[in-house]
Nanobody
Framework: QVQLVESGGGLVQPGGSLRLSCAAS????????MRWYRQAPGKQRELVAT???????NYEDSVKGRFTISRDNAKSTVALQMNSLKLEDTAVYYC???????????WGQGTQVTVSS
């Protein structure tokens, strides 16, 4: 079993920055792709960013140029640096990771990000 623990959510003003972190822990495991999702009230959960074990990244169009996903394989962590935040970035952000054994996808509990003036 793998547990994902998120931190860094909170309230930030438009144009501000916030850094989310997610730490994986548990038994013996290997982390593969790691992701950040978000879900705003009344909306479907959407994929924000993905990072492979080797560091290749992909971003949702709406966050390109503003968000940066990174990982530290030695620490089993993934982070999301969020810059130039907009009101529409307000959502619960979820850490997600593929791990083995067995092949399985894990989710964090979610952390609230609120962009408001």
């Amino acid at each position: 079993q793998v547990q994902l623990v998120e931190s860094g959510g909170g309230l930030v003003q438009p144009g501000g920055s916030l850094r989310l972190s997610c730490a994986a822990s548990g038994g013996i495991f290997s982390l593969n792709d790691m992701r950040w999702y978000r879900q705003a009230p009344g909306k479907q959960r959407e994929l924000v960013a993905t990072i492979t074990r080797g560091g290749t990244t992909n971003y949702e169009d709406s966050v390109k140029g503003r968000f940066t996903i990174s990982r530290d394989n030695a620490k089993s962590t993934v982070a999301l640096q969020m810059n130039s935040l907009k009101l529409e970035d307000t959502a619960v952000y979820y850490c997600n990771a593929d791990a083995t054994p067995p092949p399985r996808t894990y989710w964090g509990q979610g952390t609230q990000v609120t962009v408001s003036s």
